[in-house]
């Protein structure tokens, strides 16, 4: 049984720590990558992580982990509100699937109360800060445990 979770990162995560901290935070992407990694080493899995300012790439990495990934944890920020396409491409991964946002989307903008992704994710961390990404990766583990017993 596979033990990768691939970990994605929407448009302007890159920017995490320097764009609008006040709702994101002040952790860097890499500070972010470290954290996924040390959680996922505490859980036995291997951690795949990537960011993309691409739509296409992330369909991509989407289609690259069918077959390969036990779970998915997918953070696809503005996309969230607007890729069917990504939507389509998670309907294809047969893993469980956590969707994180780091603000609490549901307290900001009306057309952020929406998300495609959330109705193939098998979970939905919202409003937890990059802490929601480690939340993520101990459901993901429970989930592949469970499906392996």
Same mark, same amino acid.
């Given at each position: ?63 690259? &982990?069918? *077959?390969?990934?036990? $779970? ?6 503005? +996309?969230?509100?607007?890729?069917? @396409?990504? #939507? ?32 193939? &994710?098998? *979970?939905?961390?919202? $409003? ?6 480690? +939340?993520?990766?101990?459901?993901? @583990?429970? #989930? ?6």
């Amino acid at each position: 049984m596979s033990r990768i979770v691939v970990v994605l990162n929407g448009p302007n995560l890159n920017l995490l720590g320097r764009r609008q901290p006040e709702i994101y935070g002040r952790e860097t992407l890499a500070d972010l990558e470290a954290d996924c990694r040390h959680v996922g080493e505490g859980l036995g899995l291997e951690i795949e992580f990537r960011q993309s300012n691409r739509e296409y790439e992330i369909i991509d990495w989407i289609h690259e &982990a069918r *077959g390969r990934a036990a $779970g998915l944890v997918i953070n696809p920020a503005a +996309l969230t509100h607007t890729s069917v @396409a990504i #939507l389509d491409a998670l309907h294809t991964f047969e893993g469980p699937i956590i969707e994180v946002h780091i603000s609490n989307v549901h307290k900001r903008e009306a057309f952020r109360h929406h998300s495609y992704v959330s109705t193939v &994710a098998s *979970g939905v961390i919202v $409003g937890c800060g990059t802490q929601g990404y480690g +939340l993520a990766l101990q459901r993901i @583990a429970a #989930l592949i445990w469970a499906a392996a017993r």
